[in-house]
């Protein structure tokens, strides 16, 4: 079927129906090594008591921040307080404007400062206007919900958390102190704005607990600050005519009722998935490599990850080196905003992340009365929606006013009203969101306890006891040999036996086509009701014993594709269905990143060398498939591609900034339907091999040719040009710099994306979008050596050296020797500076 008419197959089943109740494969909940029995919250908690002090002695924060080449603060406290202020100064001096924009958001003052209209868009997941993302925020800070969850040990942040987070906000303070507001800010984009001004720890909290809502939460903020009752002039139903295959005529005469204006068009299988989170065209995700002992040249553990993240807003990365003299020393990166490492490394351990299939959280749809859309049932009988009025300042024309909207709820959370998602509010239910990470604050203690991590089984135990982890894979390797693959992140805890007994017909369409159960609100306090595993660190998510992960002596990878391979071999299955697909297609960057490891296998041990020079070999694997037989040559001989099929016939198949043709093949790929490139279907059992070999004579493949060649000439582009003409740095304030790597689409591994891109627009190609902070990490026999590369630069700021001065070294495929050692850090020393201020 094709797909549109497969989502109207599915949605027409769900309105007639009532509600409804050779491979090493590793079964949920074996024991495979990987996981272990977690040690408590509350033991964690009273370790960090014993361990380094939570405040300074006297009241004072003191933390010494040496800088090194290319910006990179190395900051040295005796306390966890003071470790946080000198995080947060150093972060002010490259990203104040960022971090002012984050407590905004926290803060529920968007509108305010920017105007109700505005679009605010975090470049990952959330595009709501500024009054929807304030309404939001606005609430949760009346509902307490921060404060609250700070009163819950199991579900709130460790005095270490707590500590390290104050101390961040002081430093913020303190620099903007320093520099004498507004007006001393260099930075031209808040330089003089009324906005700047001091935060508040709250502020900062609710900043974090944002981002854990990034896949979850924030996918819904304009539903949730749009909801609204259904009337009979918006109905709140999909396009019933579309849905049924009837004109609007023929809709009127058979079905009076449907006469009302539909709020949204039934979406496409694609669309449903897109504005679930799960964007197959989205720039966000990331790879990660880890190499075992049995695989690499000093049979000591090796990383290689590189996130690929936005290269403006919440959510860019800066670099960092925390130590607290005999109880922590951890360097990587975090998100500006986040305090302590998220991605790093320590003189035993090295870890990255790549973003999960999960789902965060689960809809509920509640049958309502007739006549009464605000009264839902329950197994304990009808109940009414809590309703909350909310208050918002916003600037209009000048002036500031209030803005009043009401927001509803169930007992399991906020009601949306989504007809986009096949999720509106109708005369006949409604639905609401449970989201797992709006229960938790637990991910900034989740990064503490693995940057103390040991070895690959101790962080994945301290991360199992906070379970703070929000919506992330977790690759590591240690100095002993192993590599991790794990995704231990915060899943709501529905086994597949809850979701066949509790879907609803709209749940059954929404399954089929986006992997999300949506569950009968009705009896969302009984046997629909999340389930809570007995090693789990709190109710409601499941434990490490259902959740998939494997140790491995070999190697391990993830490209964002689900937990099913961990590397060519190994097969995890048995988990439940809303972590993630099995037996299901790899995508092509998935299959070039595990054959970089394997074809490297084939030539003997993995050195560090190798494993960093993955990342820029550049290779695509789209044109390494179409390739094959001569096919790419056909299709461009069939599209009287004349000279330009010399051309293609001559590149590499490599995304390389010298490069020829590369654009010409990309703007074909991207242009060919899915559904008709392959005749080679996907094959289970040949995961890494299917599907393959392109459709010569396809006439559609053709045509994408022939579309591609015509769209370069209107350019006035030619077939020959240099890639690294064409694909420039995009962020703002970058000069025009050539760059290496390409679409993920495409199977490039160094993936980069365009949309975003704010600056050298006229540029085919201005990159916004993707490679980020990249590390490969290996360990020496004392300390670890690690190559790293932050691709946008350390500082925001277009006026800092520290803007573009990576960037130039990313397209020039060079990396930073990052210091750890006192001695190295000594050798590459720009500045120091001893920072003081009252805790």
């Known amino acids: 079927m094709r797909p549109f008419r497969r989502t109207a197959a599915a949605v027409a089943l769900a309105v007639a129906l009532p509600v409804l109740p050779a491979l090493v494969t590793t079964p949920a909940g074996a024991d495979d090594g990987g996981g272990a029995t977690p040690v408590t919250t509350a033991a964690y908690d009273a370790a960090a008591r014993k361990g380094a002090p939570l405040k300074p002695r006297g009241g004072k924060y003191r933390a010494r921040v040496t800088r090194t080449k290319h910006g990179i603060p190395h900051i040295v406290a005796k306390d966890w307080g003071s470790l946080g202020f000198g995080q947060g100064y150093a972060t002010a001096e490259v990203a104040i404007c960022n971090l002012l924009d984050t407590l905004i958001t926290g803060r529920g003052q968007r509108s305010r400062w920017f105007g109700p209209n505005a679009r605010y868009n975090d470049l990952v997941s959330v595009d709501a206007s500024n009054l929807e993302s304030?309404?939001?925020?606005?609430?949760?800070r009346n509902r307490r919900v921060v404060e609250k969850l700070f009163k819950d040990p199991e579900r709130g942040p460790g005095p270490e958390a707590r500590a390290i987070a104050r101390g961040y906000l002081k430093g913020i303070n303190r620099y903007l102190k320093d520099v004498g507001g507004a007006k001393g800010i260099s930075d031209p984009e808040c330089r003089g704005r009324a906005y700047v001004r001091p935060g508040t720890v709250k502020d900062l909290w609710y900043g974090v607990y944002a981002a854990n809502l990034l896949a979850s939460g924030g996918v819904f903020i304009s539903a949730i600050a749009s909801a609204t009752p259904p009337s009979l002039t918006d109905p709140g139903l999909p396009d019933v005519a579309g849905l049924l295959g009837l004109s609007?005529?023929?809709?009127?005469?058979?079905?009076?009722?449907?006469?009302?204006?539909?709020?949204?068009?039934?979406?496409?299988?694609?669309?449903?998935?897109?504005?679930?989170?799960?964007?197959?065209?989205?720039?966000?995700?990331?790879?990660?490599?880890?190499?075992?002992?049995?695989?690499?040249?000093n049979r000591r553990g090796m990383l290689l990850g590189n996130p690929h993240f936005p290269w403006s807003g919440r959510y860019r990365f800066t670099q960092a080196h925390l130590t607290i003299p005999?109880?922590?020393?951890?360097?990587?990166?975090?998100?500006?905003?986040?305090?302590?490492?998220?991605?790093?490394?320590?003189?035993?351990?090295?870890?990255?992340?790549?973003?999960?299939?999960?789902?965060?959280?689960?809809?509920?749809?509640?049958?309502?009365?007739p006549g009464m859309p605000t009264t839902y049932l329950t197994t304990s009988g009808p109940k009414r929606l809590k309703q909350r009025k909310v208050t918002v300042t916003v600037r209009q024309g000048g002036k500031l006013r209030k803005v009043t909207r009401t927001l509803y709820r169930t007992d399991e959370g906020y009601v949306i009203d989504d007809p986009g998602k096949l999720m509106g509010w109708t005369p006949l239910s409604v639905f609401a969101i449970r989201d797992a990470n709006g229960e938790q604050l637990k991910t900034v203690d989740s990064f503490l306890q693995m940057g103390k991590g040991t070895s690959v089984r101790d962080l994945l135990r301290r991360q199992d006891a906070t379970a703070g982890i929000p919506w992330v894979n977790t690759?590591?390797?240690?100095?002993?040999?192993n590599a991790l693959y794990a995704d231990h992140s915060v899943v709501p805890n529905v086994p597949d036996a809850v979701v066949q007994r509790c879907l609803t017909p709209i749940g059954v369409a929404v399954k089929l086509i986006a992997g999300l159960p949506v569950l009968d609100g009705t009896r969302a306090g009984g046997d629909c009701a999340w389930r809570t595993d007995r090693d789990a660190a709190r109710p409601g998510i499941f434990g490490p014993k259902n959740l998939p992960d494997v140790v491995r002596r070999d190697w391990v990878a993830n490209a964002n594709d689900s937990y099913w391979t961990?590397?060519?071999?190994?097969r995890l299955e048995g988990y439940a269905g809303i972590i993630g697909c099995e037996q299901c297609e790899r995508t092509l960057r998935t299959r070039q990143v595990y054959r970089y490891v394997t074809d490297a296998l084939k030539k003997g041990r993995i050195s560090h060398r190798k494993l960093a020079g993955f990342q820029h070999q550049n290779k695509v694997f789209a044109a390494t498939l179409s390739k094959q037989n001569g096919d790419l040559g056909k299709v461009c001989r069939a599209a009287g591609g004349g000279s330009a099929c010399t051309v293609l016939a001559k590149w590499g198949g490599r995304d390389n900034r010298d490069?020829?043709?590369?654009?010409?093949?990309?703007?074909?790929?991207?242009?060919?339907?899915?559904?008709?490139?392959?005749?080679?279907?996907?094959?289970?059992?040949?995961?890494?091999?299917?599907?393959?070999?392109?459709?010569?004579?396809?006439?559609?493949?053709?045509?994408?040719?022939?579309?591609?060649?015509?769209?370069?000439?209107?350019?006035?582009?030619?077939?020959?040009?240099?890639?690294?003409?064409?694909?420039?740095?995009?962020?703002?304030?970058?000069?025009?710099?050539g760059l290496g790597g390409g679409p993920h689409e495409t199977g490039n591994a160094n993936a980069l994306s365009f949309s975003e891109a704010v600056t050298n627009l006229g540029r085919l190609y201005?990159?916004?979008?993707?490679?980020?902070?990249?590390?490969?990490?290996?360990?020496?026999?004392?300390?670890?050596?690690?190559?790293?590369?932050?691709?946008?630069?350390?500082?925001?700021?277009?006026?800092?050296?520290?803007?573009?001065?990576?960037?130039?070294?990313?397209?020039?495929?060079?990396?930073?020797?990052?210091?750890?050692?006192?001695?190295?850090?000594?050798?590459?020393?720009?500045?120091?500076?001893?920072?003081?201020?009252?805790?």
Do not use: C
């Open 134 to 140: 304030d309404l939001l925020f606005t609430d949760l």
């Open 248 to 297: 609007a005529r023929e809709l009127d005469r058979r079905l009076p009722f449907a006469k009302a204006p539909a709020k949204k068009d039934l979406p496409t299988p694609a669309e449903l998935r897109a504005r679930l989170g799960k964007d197959p065209e989205s720039g966000f995700g990331s790879n990660a490599t880890a190499i075992g002992g049995a695989a690499s040249a």
């Open 659 to 737: 490069a020829r043709g590369a654009h010409l093949f990309r703007e074909f790929f991207t242009r060919t339907p899915e559904l008709q490139r392959w005749k080679v279907g996907f094959d289970p059992r040949q995961p890494f091999d299917t599907p393959r070999d392109l459709q010569e004579n396809n006439g559609q493949v053709i045509a994408a040719m022939r579309q591609a060649l015509a769209f370069l000439k209107s350019k006035g582009i030619a077939p020959n040009a240099r890639l690294g003409q064409l694909q420039v740095a995009g962020d703002r304030g970058a000069p025009a710099i």
């Open 766 to 839: 201005p990159v916004g979008y993707g490679s980020s902070h990249i590390q490969a990490v290996a360990f020496g026999k004392r300390a670890p050596v690690a190559r790293t590369i932050l691709t946008y630069g350390q500082s925001m700021n277009p006026r800092s050296p520290w803007n573009a001065d990576q960037t130039r070294l990313f397209g020039a495929k060079k990396w930073v020797k990052f210091p750890f050692t006192k001695k190295q850090i000594r050798r590459d020393r720009i500045s120091t500076r001893v920072l003081r201020a009252r805790s």
């Open 566 to 570: 961990p590397n060519d071999k190994v």
């Open 326 to 369: 005999g109880h922590y020393d951890v360097a990587g990166a975090s998100l500006i905003g986040s305090p302590g490492i998220n991605i790093g490394f320590n003189k035993d351990v090295a870890w990255s992340h790549t973003v999960s299939t999960a789902y965060r959280f689960t809809p509920y749809e509640y049958r309502t009365l």
């Open 475 to 481: 690759i590591a390797a240690d100095r002993a040999g």
